[in-house]
């Protein structure tokens, strides 16, 4: 009978460990390389969650805040049209605002009208740097996560396979050559499989998030020359607008003290 129990025992499989068991199992059995691949998701989950988050708070309909401005500016309410950029978020607003706030100042200073959309021109081409900065912001560490994961992965196969040929070279006679390099194998290749898993999702919501990007640039661009046309076509028909005084709400209290503009 304990001879019986003994052979029993010795025939049964052994008894896996917690950590050994679904996604931790996966992560103890790729091999030291899995825990930077990790780290690579997480990070990338992030980037992904706060570029949703700041492309959802500036998408707001550019076509209607555009004829708003425009309509302001031809009933000569400069002060108005700045601080309904102020108010709103995103590239169009933004660029607006730094278009007709250059323009009020040039104004007020009773500059020439070629100078004043020359400098409006420039002002809105110098910020447009910045706009493309803050909607680009941390997409290149999603392209780095797309780029590296994969390779980590590649890696840490291909070191596993290299151990795993030296533990070959090393085996007794007996034993079964095929099945032990087919699990090395199968257990190295796990780490490939994550590094992808992790790569092109990051890919694909860095493709996705630069064509967003792309068409916000492209539409605060047309929104910058429809501003300048609007000017160059007020100063043009109103020449004695850029040397009339623009009213100042602090100086007339009956005018609303209207703020805007960049800072």
Sequence with gaps: MLTLF????????????????????????????????LL????????????????????????????QVLDLLHQD???????????????????????IHRYNLLRRLNYDPTKIEEQVVKAMEDYSSHISAALEKNLPILSTVASVAPMLGSLGTVV??????????????????????AAGIQVKLIVTVWGLMVGIPAYMFFNYFMSVVSARILEAEE????LVEALVLRLA????????PVPNPILNPALPNVRGGPN
């Excluded at 460990?17 to 103890?28: I, P, R, S, T, V």
Aim: glycine share 8%; aromatic share 6%; with cysteine.
């Design 6 to 37: 003994a052979e029993t025992a010795q025939n049964a499989p052994a008894v896996k460990n917690w950590w050994e068991y679904g996604a931790l199992g996966y992560m103890d059995a790729g091999g030291p390389f899995m825990w930077p691949i």
């Design 40 to 67: 690579l998701a997480v990070i990338a989950t992030g980037v992904v969650i706060e570029r949703f988050r700041a492309l959802h708070l500036i998408a707001i309909d550019a076509e209607a805040l555009r004829r």
């Design 77 to 99: 309410k400069v002060e108005e049209a700045v601080s309904l950029c102020a108010r709103s978020h995103g590239p169009v607003p933004a660029i607006l605002a730094v278009g």
């Design 160 to 181: 596993g396979m290299v151990l795993m040929f030296q533990g070959i070279t090393e085996m007794k006679p007996e034993d079964n050559i095929i099945k032990k390099a």
């Design 223 to 226: 929104t910058a020359s429809q």
């Design 237 to 244: 028909l109103v020449p004695d607008a850029v040397a009339a």
